[in-house]
Nanobody
Framework: QVQLVESGGGLVQAGGSLRLSCAASGRTFNSYPMGWFRQAPGKEREFVAAISGSGGSTSYADSVKGRFIISRDNAKNTVYLQMNSLALEDTAIYYC????????????????????WGQGTQVTVSS
């Protein structure tokens, strides 16, 4: 059974940093694209960042570009999201997702592309 488990969320002051982790189990996720999405209260889930299976290609939402960094350690079956210069509007539940199909050089920004989702981790940014 495939499982994605996020960790690293919490309460942080504006301008601070957090590092989210997403540990995958039940299957090796080497060469499978993965992504981070978030959902704020009263809003729809939105794309944050994505990374190709090899880790060589990445994509970011305009709202986080230059502040967030997505990376992966395939040996550990883990994807990370380093979040810097956090702002109030970054408050949300953050979810990681993985595809069922291997695409070493491709990433996906559409949530409908992903087959597996974690339960989410809460990130709250205070003023």
């Amino acid at each position: 059974q495939v499982q994605l488990v996020e960790s690293g969320g919490g309460l942080v002051q504006a301008g601070g940093s957090l590092r989210l982790s997403c540990a995958a189990s039940g299957r090796t996720f080497n060469s499978y694209p993965m992504g981070w999405f978030r959902q704020a209260p009263g809003k729809e889930r939105e794309f944050v960042a994505a990374i190709s299976g090899s880790g060589g290609s990445t994509s970011y939402a305009d709202s986080v570009k230059g502040r967030f960094i997505i990376s992966r350690d395939n040996a550990k079956n883990t994807v990370y999201l380093q979040m810097n210069s956090l702002a109030l509007e970054d408050t949300a539940i953050y979810y990681c997702a993985a595809t069922r199909t291997s695409y070493s050089a491709t990433y996906f920004t559409d949530a409908r592309t992903y087959n597996y989702w974690g339960q989410g981790t809460q990130v709250t940014v205070s003023s």
